[in-house]
């Protein structure tokens, strides 16, 4: 694979990841650059394992797991999106809002959720002349980088919305899942 390419499809497998982590940003309540770099090399470490995994997996798992991607990656962000929601709702008698979902397995399971599509393209990745692990580094890195950027440009957003930041962001999550299913079924057609 030509150097741009791979560049290319490390943007685009970090692209859902950096919506989520928009909505992630926006919940929670003053997110520093630690908390971005701490969840952006989660989720980088995520998206950069899933490629490599798929790839193991080959041509025998390939068609089940690419008819069921984005339903997958779905279900686990909408799921993630209604936990926040409910969350927003259920705030805590001093105002403060009901908790920013930042502890690691939170962020790992989101990260999972964004990168089901990744190990698909792993697997696509088998039959092609190509260094897995090159491209798994190349998509962790930009998806590091963009889920950094994504969380404080959600503090920006989570400042200007107040108290609607976790409502916000869990629609965020269900929104991009909602578009990856959008992109699998209706778009392929």
Request: charged content about 10%; some cysteine; proline content about 2%.
């Amino acid at each position: 694979m030509h150097p741009l390419s791979i560049l290319l499809l490390g943007l685009a497998m970090s692209a859902d990841a950096f919506a989520a982590a928009v909505g992630k940003g926006a919940a929670m309540a003053r997110p520093r650059w630690r908390d971005a770099l701490r969840t952006g090399l989660i989720f980088g470490i995520v998206e950069a394992i899933t490629p490599i995994v798929g790839w193991a997996l080959g041509s025998a798992a390939s068609s089940m797991i690419e008819a069921w991607d984005h339903w997958i990656a779905f279900g686990l962000l909408s799921a993630l999106g209604l936990h926040m929601i409910w969350k927003a709702f259920h705030a805590g008698s001093d105002g403060e809002r009901a908790g920013s979902g930042s502890g690691v397995w939170t962020i790992a399971l989101a990260g999972l959720a964004t990168s089901i599509d990744a190990l698909a393209v792993g697997m696509g990745l088998a039959f092609v002349d190509v260094n897995i692990l090159v491209v798994a580094a190349a998509i962790g890195l930009c998806t590091f980088g963009m889920v950094t950027a994504g969380v404080m440009a959600g503090r920006v957003l989570g400042r200007l919305i107040g108290k609607r930041a976790e409502i916000a962001g869990g629609v965020i999550l269900i929104l991009v899942g909602a578009l990856i299913v959008y992109e699998h079924v209706f778009a392929a057609q």
